[in-house]
């Protein structure tokens, strides 16, 4: 792909992103930010790359070490975002009070 | 290794895993929608690392990769290299992480949601750092150099601006973690000279990676990561606590464009397509902030704000003001019509809000209409007062944001303020010298009776000024802890 293209996509997606952002409800901002983190995680894909890459070793353990964060990031931020969303689940009844604030999902 | 361009399926791809995380936001423009939305994300996730995976991967990929079958390439001569990685070592790099990152997102309180965000930030910009090192190092393998190693100017440029961008989200991220940890004083650090220091190392990491166009040096690149590293530091450590909000989505927002640099350098739509989203997010999350506190994003960069906390100290405490028991505010609560409850980050600090949300079940149970009222600056990062509330079981429906709600405060009884402070000021409203005026605040002086739960008379607001709520003919102050006198609330509301 040619610059011109990439940077044809980059600004759409910019648009894209603008505007679906301000109908984000202002309740779930947090999640928001959860799921934002670790969507950008997809920079595991460079990592990858790198790491399967024949060539340069330092390039290789480099990529591997990005993978091994990325990937913190990539659990991590989908498990926390399930987590906060499944606390917004409509409530029929009033559910038991968690007393240490935690640990439940 | 020559490379060679990826197969068109895999382009395809990486279009709908982009695709696939645009509707992951887009489900969050309701409670309803949102989880659908998140498995999006995770199936649009899978498509990516999965697509990679099989494109590059030695033994897997062999013929995608490698047509002709090249000796060096793929097969289990890989296998015994050592500069190639094998496909045990990057699955168990996956697990490894992944069981770290899973662990953490299960055991985390929610009140310390902002640390472990800025926590995660700071590994998205480590990585954008580790990927940007690993494509200069071996450029062929990404297809943006030449067989004699010389890196396109073009591909130069944007590795340069990934790893400084990536750099700045990581050493960023790490301080606003420990300051929003309490590791590290939330107090404003403030350098002499520091805008001509910050000034000059943007400058220089600018020029030189203009001039890493022409030299392909070592130097150049290494130069550029330290003071990216550097700049990091210093644009987070002179930013005060009660900020803390604005730099967690700024981060938010570089973490996004160190990932869309890394794209545009990898020629990768999966990871433009993100970044510009994630970029985008974080901005407006930015702004939204800022406009709250009714301050300009460069203010909030300078930073400062909040150093000098105690300038009005002797004069408040000769005031009148009423001090009111639990069952003094059990009896007014129990009679009161419309009740609106505001928490502050003093309720999540205190743990209260799952004895608040019982308040709250109790009242309704008396008939009470009850209402929650959330500033969007409560709390230490956006929405973060939903997320606890939500934790405690309040239904979604009986929280309102600022605007939907400030006209229900004139036929309100009573005003439950607890642990929150500057965003119910009057000042914000009328006083011109007063550092938090314009910042639009609840109207909580137009309810017939204010309850204000604080620890003591003595401790003021982040922004460090004293609060004319406490003085008002109808306020009554609780003071104690704001778990214990909730409780006490109960207990004498249950008689």
Not at chain 1, 92 to 99: L, Y
Not at chain 2, 99 to 106: D, E, K, L, Q, S
Not at chain 2, 122 to 135: K, N, Q, R
Not at chain 2, 436 to 450: L, N
Request: charge should be neutral; proline fraction near 4%.
């Amino acid at each position: 792909m040619d610059f011109i293209s990439i940077l044809s996509i980059f600004v759409m997606a910019c648009f894209v992103g603008y505007y679906v952002v301000w109908s984000v409800t202002p309740a779930l901002h947090t999640p928001l930010m959860a799921v934002t983190n670790a969507i950008s995680s997809v920079i595991v894909v460079g990592a990858l790359i790198a790491a399967a890459a024949a060539g340069s070793a330092t390039s290789k353990w480099l990529g591997l070490l990005g993978v091994v964060l990325a990937s913190v990031n990539i659990f991590g931020g989908f498990a926390v975002t399930a987590r906060m969303l499944a606390m917004y689940k409509k409530k029929d009844r009033p559910a038991p009070v968690v007393q240490n604030g935690g640990g439940k999902s | 290794m020559e490379h060679v361009a990826p197969p068109a399926w895999s382009m395809l791809a990486y279009l709908i895993s982009g695709i696939l995380f645009i509707l992951a936001l887009r489900g969050l423009s309701s409670p309803s929608t949102s989880r659908t939305g998140n498995r999006f994300g995770m199936i649009g996730m899978t498509i990516a690392v999965v697509t990679t995976l099989v494109v590059h991967m030695p033994g897997w990929g062999t013929q995608l990769a490698c047509p002709g079958g090249t000796p060096d390439c793929g097969g289990f001569g890989d296998l015994l290299r050592f500069d190639v990685v094998t496909s045990f070592e990057i699955l168990a790099a996956i697990a490894l992480g992944g069981a770290i990152g899973w662990v953490t997102a299960r055991k985390i309180a929610m009140t310390d949601m902002p640390q472990l965000v800025a926590a995660f930030h700071s590994l998205v910009g480590m990585a954008a750092v580790l990927v940007g090192w690993a494509a200069y190092l071996n450029p062929q393998a990404f297809g943006i150099a030449g067989p004699d190693g010389v890196i396109e100017a073009q591909s130069r440029i944007e590795m340069g601006l990934g790893i400084a961008i990536g750099a700045i989200t990581f050493s960023g991220s790490v301080i606003a973690f420990l300051k929003l940890a309490g590791k590290m004083s939330g107090a404003p650090i403030l350098l002499p000279m520091r805008h001509v220091i910050n000034l000059g190392t943007i400058v220089a990491i600018l020029g030189l990676t203009a001039w890493f166009t022409r030299d392909q040096g070592l130097w150049v690149i290494a130069t550029v990561t330290a003071l990216a590293f550097i700049i990091g530091f210093l644009l987070i450590i002179p930013i005060g606590g009660a900020d803390m909000p604005v730099v967690v989505s700024m981060l938010n927002s570089y973490s996004g464009w160190a990932a869309a640099a890394m794209g545009f350098t990898l020629h990768n739509t999966a990871m433009i397509i993100t970044g510009a989203l994630v970029g985008s997010s974080g901005a407006i999350l930015s702004y939204i902030m800022c406009r709250a506190m009714n301050r300009s994003f460069i203010s909030v960069i300078a930073g400062g704000f909040g150093a000098v906390a105690s300038n009005g100290d002797a004069a408040k405490t000769d005031r009148p003001w009423k001090r009111g028991s639990a069952e003094d505010a059990a009896f007014l609560l129990g009679e009161a019509e419309n009740v609106i409850i505001i928490p502050g980050y003093g309720m999540a600090v205190a743990q209260a809000q799952h004895v608040l949300r019982e308040m709250g079940d109790q009242l309704k149970a008396k008939g009470v209409n009850v209402k929650y009222a959330i500033h969007p600056v409560a709390g230490r990062m956006p929405g973060h007062m939903n997320v606890l509330l939500a934790e405690a079981n309040v239904p979604y429906d009986e929280v309102f944001e600022l605007e939907d709600i400030q006209g229900d405060f004139a036929q309100c009884d009573v005003a439950f303020i607890i642990g929150a402070n500057d965003v119910v000021n009057p000042a914000a409203k009328t006083d011109k010298t007063s550092p938090i005026y314009g910042m639009p605040v609840f109207d909580v002086e137009k309810a017939k009776t204010i309850m204000f739960i604080k620890r003591s008379m003595g401790g003021v607001g982040y922004a460090g000024v004293d609060n004319e709520v406490f003085y008002m003919d109808q306020t009554m102050m609780l003071l104690a802890d704001a778990k214990k006198m909730v409780e006490d609330i109960i207990k004498a509301l249950a008689h």
